[in-house]
C-alpha cells in the first residue's frame, strides 16, 4: 500500500473487503456463493478462512450502494452486470453474475493514476503512431493481461499533447480522465449515458470528435461503426480479447457473414494502424510486469491481411522488426534476459 494512501474508515463489509485488497496489494476479489472469500495477489489465487452465501453478495452490494437501479435491471434481464466503485480515491470495476443459479461476484482494482506511456515499455514507434489523425488502434489480450492500463497511458498521452476532443463509450468508466490545457473529453457509461455501445457509436460522429474510444468491441453493428470511423478522419482505440495481433484481425473478420469478410480484409488493411497485444507475467521478488507484442502493419503486411494470409503475418512481423514489430515470444524472452522473470516462464 502506498504511504500516501490514506484509507477511510469503512462504512460496511463491501468497503472492508476493498481495503483489504489494497492493504494487501491484491489485483482482484472473488465472492462466489458458498465459497472462501478469495483474493488474486501477483497472479495467484489466495483463500481466506471466510466463507461467503450468494444471497449476502447482493446484500452487500445493494447495502454499499455500489449498484443502482438499472445495474440491478440489467443482471435481472441478462444474468450479468457490470459497475465501477471509488474508495478512498481508488477505483474498482466489478461484475456482478450468476453462477449455478448463485450471485458471484469479481472486482478488480483500477490503476490509481495513468503511467506516462513512455514508462510502460511499448516501443517508441507508439507515440509516432497515436500523432497520426486517422485510423484503428487495437490494445488485445485475455482478461488481466493490464489492458485497461495500457489504454489509459494511450488516452491519457492524447489527452495531454494534442488539442483534440476524445470521446469514450465505456462499460463501465474504469479511469476518469480530466481534460487538459490541450484537449477536451467526454465519457460515456453504457446504461448510464448510453444504452449501448453500438447506440454510442451511432450519435458519436455528430459530436465532433476526434478520437474515439470503444470500451470493447464485442458485436457486429459495433465493429462495424467503429470500422466506418475510423476510416473517416477519426483515430478510433478500443479492446479485444485475443491472444495475438494476428488473432485481432480473425476475430473482427469473423464477426461478418460470409460475403462481407472480404470487404471487412479490406478496410482493416487499409485502416489499421496499430495492434498491441499483451500479457502481465510474474516477477521475479514479487508483482508482475508486463510484456507486449505490437504490430504496425507496413504495405506487405497490410496486403497479407487483405489477401487473407493471415498466418503469414507472424514471419512478416519478425522480417520488419526493424518498424518497431515485437512477437510476444521475443517481448518475453527480452525480460528473461533481464532477469525480470523465472526462465521457465511460458507463454
Known amino acids: 500500500m502506498s504511504k500516501q494512501l490514506v484509507l477511510a474508515e469503512p462504512k460496511n463489509m463491501f468497503e472492508e473487503f476493498l481495503k483489504m485488497m489494497i492493504e494487501i496489494g491484491a489485483s482482484d476479489l472473488h465472492l462466489v456463493h458458498n465459497n472462501p472469500v478469495a483474493f488474486r495477489v501477483d497472479k495467484k489465487i489466495i483463500k481466506t478462512p471466510k466463507f461467503i452465501k450468494g444471497n449476502d453478495i447482493f446484500k452487500l452490494l445493494i447495502e454499499a450502494k455500489a449498484?443502482?437501479?438499472?445495474?440491478?435491471?440489467?443482471?435481472?434481464?441478462?444474468?450479468?452486470?457490470?459497475?465501477?466503485?471509488?474508495?478512498?480515491?481508488?477505483?474498482?470495476?466489478?461484475?456482478?453474475?450468476?453462477?449455478?443459479?448463485?450471485?458471484?461476484?469479481?472486482?478488480?482494482?483500477?490503476?490509481?493514476?495513468?503511467?506516462?506511456?513512455?514508462?510502460?515499455?511499448?516501443?517508441?514507434?507508439?507515440?509516432?503512431?497515436?500523432?497520426?489523425?486517422?485510423?484503428?488502434?487495437?490494445?488485445?489480450?485475455?482478461?488481466?493481461?493490464?489492458?485497461?492500463?495500457?489504454?489509459?497511458?494511450?488516452?491519457?498521452?492524447?489527452?495531454?499533447?494534442?488539442?483534440?476532443?476524445?470521446?469514450?463509450?465505456?462499460?463501465?468508466?474504469?479511469?476518469?480522465?480530466?481534460?487538459?490545457?490541450?484537449?477536451?473529453?467526454?465519457?460515456?457509461?453504457?446504461?448510464?449515458?448510453?444504452?449501448?455501445?453500438?447506440?454510442?457509436?451511432?450519435?458519436?460522429?455528430?459530436?465532433?470528435?476526434?478520437?474515439?474510444?470503444?470500451?470493447?468491441?464485442?458485436?457486429?453493428?459495433?465493429?462495424?461503426?467503429?470500422?466506418?470511423?475510423?476510416?473517416t478522419g477519426h483515430i478510433v482505440l478500443c479492446t479485444l480479447h485475443t491472444n495475438t495481433c494476428a488473432d485481432s484481425i480473425d476475430r473482427l473478420v469473423s464477426v461478418f457473414p460470409v460475403m462481407q469478410q472480404q470487404n471487412i480484409r479490406s478496410q482493416l488493411s487499409s485502416n489499421i494502424r496499430m495492434i498491441i497485444n499483451q500479457r502481465l507475467i510474474p516477477k521475479i521478488g514479487g508483482g508482475v510486469v508486463p510484456a507486449y507484442e505490437v504490430l504496425f502493419p507496413n504495405k506487405e503486411i497490410k496486403k497479407a491481411i487483405k489477401e487473407d494470409r493471415i498466418e503469414e503475418i507472424e514471419g512478416l512481423m519478425v522480417k520488419y522488426k526493424e518498424d518497431g514489430n515485437v512477437l510476444l515470444r521475443d517481448a518475453v524472452q527480452e525480460l528473461k534476459d533481464k532477469g525480470l522473470v523465472d526462465t521457465n516462464v511460458v507463454y
Open 67 to 231: 449498484i443502482d437501479d438499472y445495474q440491478i435491471n440489467n443482471f435481472h434481464e441478462l444474468k450479468s452486470a457490470n459497475f465501477a466503485v471509488t474508495y478512498s480515491g481508488v477505483r474498482f470495476r466489478g461484475n456482478l453474475s450468476q453462477a449455478r443459479g448463485e450471485y458471484t461476484l469479481v472486482l478488480r482494482r483500477l490503476s490509481d493514476k495513468a503511467i506516462p506511456i513512455e514508462k510502460i515499455g511499448l516501443p517508441p514507434q507508439v507515440i509516432d503512431t497515436l500523432k497520426r489523425d486517422t485510423g484503428l488502434i487495437l490494445v488485445t489480450g485475455p482478461t488481466g493481461s493490464g489492458k485497461t492500463t495500457t489504454l489509459t497511458s494511450l488516452i491519457d498521452y492524447i489527452n495531454k499533447n494534442m488539442g483534440v476532443h476524445i470521446a469514450t463509450a465505456e462499460d463501465p468508466i474504469e479511469f476518469i480522465h480530466r481534460a487538459s490545457d490541450n484537449s477536451i473529453i467526454t465519457q460515456r457509461e453504457v446504461g448510464f449515458d448510453t444504452p449501448s455501445f453500438s447506440a454510442a457509436l451511432k450519435d458519436v460522429l455528430r459530436r465532433d470528435p476526434d478520437v474515439i474510444l470503444i470500451g470493447e468491441m464485442r458485436e457486429l453493428e459495433t465493429i462495424e461503426n467503429g470500422i466506418i470511423a475510423s476510416s
